[in-house]
């Protein structure tokens, strides 16, 4: 008799398909698909594993809504927790100090940030920007407002009377009548001007101001006026006139003893008010770039950003001309589109509400043009932090359903936006938060954590460079994820609200529990305490090698069946994993369709300690992997199976049948492959 061959599938980097998929066998993503998948990490190399469990630092304030990574200039990495009104500074799953801001609970969600050395800036348009600060040489933590210098002016169409016109004085040196000039205004050059006599500077004034008029690049509303003999002076009156950017110089045609220097009287001041106060509002985003620092998505001019002069970061004086001076750049629209983040990159990156734009010059300068190159119309959701993964850009869209990464190609000499999410899009709804996890180890990809507003947390294994994107869930029993991010010692953290309380809680290689908290003692016990976090809950422990569980915390403790020295106690979040069902065809196009049933399952594991089993529908079984010999006076966690489980004779029918991974109890998983036979 010759055994039938079966379904081998040893790669899952494509993660959890969409509904939509499952018939799409032609896909090569389908082969390395699932159906479902919740609490793996998928490995690019192939196969999965549990994911990381999650440590229990400290219980935080009922408002606690989101999570900053911070690192001092000598290199020290904290977490900020920012509630309604206060941050707490987070070292070592200890709150070291907490530090009043003027935010309302109510405004941390569209809150965006920018961070560098010892100094974070606070960005909401409502908000007169706080600057959050460590003193290093007082070791004082402490918080006040971004200090604004000499910011630009701008009319908001109020009654002002502040502005003040530009005046440049023309001198005339040895020039004789009936010889001829010409003034350069800008750029723009005037008509020859004749002077018609030496002694009538009254006339040369009014063909200056004529001839000056006639140009394209003035308004009505300048002036010339007479000093005295040989001296005249140009002034910029008028509204559409107003500002400092004038330059004059003259050139005699017809004689080249004479001259006419130019000089600059008054800088020219717009009439107007700060661009940016309590009454117009302030910026929503920013960014340090090229040692400038740079706001836009300012409340009552959404689509315009500005820079500081180079090297000095709280100065937007206007008035030095040179190419680090302080700029104002207004982004083209056609209304109603906002500036929500600004991203440092191979080039500057901008989203807006509507669109995704890149500075084509890489270099910031007051004296070239500043293009913005549109790369594409989806848009972006306010207060979704934009976050950087292998040269990339990954962004969520304004509908808060798609993420997409915004990458630079040769190819294309251009930005292209792609989306990511494509292959999982069932996954993603009203998404509020994300951070990206660096591999911590060869056989890993960076980890994406994405968090929605109902609580609900996505992973997306990443590998962009090799095909490899995926994505999952992450649950942890009842608990919801209010807040995630990932600071400079690559540690990715969570606010989890548990039981009606929001806890600081931090994911850790090895670790199988949720908010897991350690024990040590000197003599073995059975009574384990300190569990108040846990109260009420039912949980278990790991205790010198062995799983023990579950139990129901009371009184911050529990008693667990064997004494034992040290250990830890969390919640369990078991894996679970379901194949797609096998493909029916058997020739192109043409399928079989009924009911049928995997029968036999054999499924390559690595170092696992605890593996639960299924198919076609049915409740999965814990499997046995300790075999009745010495092996036995191991530790259960020190006894881990790498090999082969065979599984024949699997009951049950189903329209489509699929293999079901999980666990019955806390333990190390790994699973290299999964093949299947079925009757279809």
């Not at 059975?526 to 109260?535: C, Q, T």
């Amino acid at each position: 008799m010759v055994a039938k061959p079966g379904h081998l599938q040893a790669s899952f980097t494509s993660g959890e398909l969409d509904p939509f998929e499952y018939d799409r066998t032609e896909l090569k993503f389908y082969n390395t698909g699932l159906k479902w998948a919740e609490n793996t990490q998928l490995h690019p190399q192939g196969g999965f594993s549990l994911r990381d469990g999650t440590r229990h630092s400290i219980t935080l304030d009922d408002t606690s809504a989101r999570l900053i990574p911070f690192k001092t200039s000598q290199g020290v990495v904290h977490d900020f927790v920012l509630k309604d009104g206060a941050l707490d500074v987070i070292k070592d799953g200890v709150i070291l100090t907490s530090i009043q801001h003027p935010l309302a609970s109510s405004q941390l969600k569209q809150m965006e940030w920018a961070h560098r050395m010892n100094t974070l800036f606070l960005f909401h348009e409502d908000v007169q920007t706080p600057r959050v600060y460590y003193d290093k040489a007082s070791q004082v933590w402490g918080c006040d407002s971004l200090p604004y210098e000499k910011l630009p002016q701008y009319d908001y169409g109020g009654a002002y009377s502040n502005g003040i016109p530009a005046e440049w004085e023309v001198q005339f040196v040895s020039l004789d009548a009936d010889h001829r000039f010409r003034l350069t205004i800008s750029g723009s050059e005037t008509v020859s001007i004749k002077l018609s006599s030496e002694s009538d500077w009254s006339q040369c004034a009014a063909d200056m101001q004529d001839a000056i008029l006639q140009l394209p690049n003035v308004a009505d509303g300048v002036t010339c006026e007479v000093i005295e003999d040989k001296r005249i002076k140009v002034v910029f009156s008028g509204d559409q006139n107003a500002g400092d950017a004038w330059a004059v110089s003259a050139d005699v045609l017809d004689d080249s003893d004479a001259a006419i220097p130019c000089y600059k009287l008054v800088v020219g001041v717009a009439p107007g008010e700060a661009i940016i106060s309590n009454d117009q509002g302030w910026p929503s985003c920013g960014l340090f770039y090229q040692q400038r620092t740079i706001v836009g998505g300012f409340k009552n001019l959404p689509n315009n950003w500005m820079c500081s002069i180079t090297g000095r970061y709280f100065s937007f004086d206007t008035e030095l001309d040179e190419a680090n001076g302080a700029f104002v750049v207004p982004l083209d629209s056609e209304g109603g589109e906002k500036i929500l983040h600004m991203v440092d990159g191979r080039n500057m990156l901008v989203f807006t509400s509507e669109r995704e734009f890149w500075i084509s010059d890489r270099s910031i300068s007051k004296t070239d043009p500043t293009v913005h190159v549109e790369a594409s119309t989806h848009g972006s959701k306010a207060g979704v932090p934009v976050v950087k993964n292998e040269g990339g850009a990954i962004f969520c869209h304004k509908t808060g359903s798609v993420l997409s990464e915004f990458r630079y190609t040769d190819v294309d000499g251009n930005f292209i936006s792609q989306p990511i999410s494509i292959l999982s899009p069932h996954l993603f709804d009203n998404v509020c938060d994300m951070a990206v996890r660096k591999a911590k180890s060869s056989t890993d990809a960076n980890l994406l954590g994405v968090i929605d507003e109902e609580g609900s947390m996505r992973a997306g294994f990443l590998l962009r460079q090799q095909d490899v994107t995926g994505f999952g869930r992450f649950t942890s029993q009842s608990g919801l994820y209010k807040a995630i991010d990932v600071n400079s010692a690559n540690e990715m953290n969570v606010i989890m609200q548990r039981d009606g309380s929001r806890r600081f809680e931090t994911f850790e290689k090895g670790l199988i529990l949720d908010a897991a908290i350690s024990f040590s003692y000197s003599a073995p016990r059975k009574l384990i305490s300190g569990l108040g976090h846990l109260e009420g809950m039912e949980v278990w422990c790991l205790g010198d090698g062995n799983v023990y569980g579950p139990y129901v915390v009371s009184d911050a403790t529990i008693t667990i069946d064997d004494p034992v020295k040290k250990g830890e106690v969390g919640l369990f979040c078991p894996p679970l994993v379901e194949t797609l069902p096998l493909s029916r065809e058997i020739a192109d196009k043409t399928i079989i369709r009924r009911r049928s049933r995997i029968h036999s399952v054999w499924i390559s594991v690595i170092d696992t300690t605890s593996i639960a089993i299924g198919a076609n529908g049915q409740d999965p079984v814990d499997f046995p992997l300790r075999q009745y010999d010495a092996n036995l006076i191991k530790p259960e966690l020190e006894d881990g199976y790498t090999g082969l489980i065979e599984l024949r004779g699997l009951r049950g029918y189903a329209d489509e049948p699929t293999v079901t991974i999980t666990q019955l109890r806390p333990g190390r998983l790994t699973v290299r492959s999964i093949t299947s036979e079925a009757k279809l």
